[in-house]
């Protein structure tokens, strides 16, 4: 049973007790909250993901809470609980949806190392898999957003999961993060596109989460082959320019953006070597969509000559 078969009356009861229990990907994720933005953020967003069966074991129990006391009335807060502790700073009560998200993200990039874990975007097309990590601002999610409403599947916005034995990269296809002037943009440049409510003054500024293709989430369980390393940037102005990188200083960059390429030891540096053998490698300036899209998609017809 989806999400979207549920009511909104039962998705708020079960995120109050016992819980909102979901498949996302390989994790199934227990989310527990009283914050009425969360039930909003789901019914939007997961519609299309699974529930889980009570009794099913789950990788994860997220709570967003509201703060106590005084904070009920004044300043209410969302803070983020997990196992007992809080890793987070508490945030305004409306920040609550990408307080989850961002949760959410924490909880896999600390706790599952049974994969090589890379701060980065990855779409699909053919089996052929593009990594592409970049850091906030370079309009890496603007770029994924857009590619995959035009022929590319997602395979996740902000953690590529890397299997540590045969490199493959396993799909999360969780909602797009987009921030400030990428919302309008995507919005233009995918009519009909479904976002959550924007949250104005977090400390990424204005966000807000677009929804993954029904369509997409079909496949969510259908694995890649790493094809490409692409460091993508966004510079106003600029024609497209896709220049080739070294494998040693995209291994470096890509060491660099690993959330445990350090705990997981000799066995993260040969993954990531795999994953490097296996692609190749280039930085990638843009500032129209469009011409990103024609790269891109040249690249999957050029990719056996």
Not at 58 to 81: C, S
Not at 277 to 294: K, M
Request: glycine share 8%.
């Amino acid at each position: 049973m989806n999400l979207g078969s549920l009511s909104y009356a039962e998705i708020r009861k079960k995120l109050k007790d016992p819980g909102l229990a979901i498949h996302v990907g390989p994790f199934t994720f227990r989310i527990v909250s009283n914050i009425e933005s969360i039930a909003d953020g789901l019914i939007t967003l997961y519609p299309d993901y699974p529930e889980a069966a009570e009794d099913q074991f789950v990788d994860y129990t997220v709570h967003i809470a509201g703060g106590g006391g005084l904070r009920r009335w004044m300043h209410p807060q969302a803070i983020f609980r997990f196992d007992g502790i809080e890793p987070f700073t508490p945030l305004p009560e409306n920040h609550a949806f990408p307080l989850l998200e961002w949760a959410m993200n924490w909880c896999v990039s600390t706790q599952a190392h049974q994969y090589l874990i890379l701060h980065s975007s990855v779409i699909e097309r053919e089996g052929c898999a593009v990594i592409m990590p970049a850091p906030p601002g370079s309009g890496k999610s603007t770029l994924c957003a857009a590619l995959i409403n035009r022929g590319w599947r997602l395979l996740s916005d902000e953690l590529a999961l890397i299997s540590l034995t045969d490199a493959s990269i396993t799909p999360v296809g969780r909602p797009i993060s987009l921030k400030n002037q990428s919302i309008d943009l995507i919005r233009q440049y995918v009519p009909g596109a479904v976002f959550n409510s924007i949250t104005p003054d977090t400390t990424k500024g204005s966000v807000t989460h677009l929804k993954v293709p029904t369509e997409q989430l079909l496949r969510i369980h259908e694995k890649a082959r790493p094809r490409w390393v692409i460091f993508p940037k966004y510079v106003g102005g600029s024609a497209p320019e896709l220049q080739r990188r070294s494998k040693a200083s995209s291994m470096l960059e890509l060491g660099r953006n690993s959330f445990n390429y350090m705990v997981l030891g000799r066995t993260g540096f040969e993954t990531l070597s795999a994953v490097v053998d296996a692609s190749d490698c280039y930085d990638f300036r843009y500032s129209q969509l469009d011409d990103a899209l024609a790269v891109f998609n040249q690249l999957v017809e050029g990719r056996n000559a």
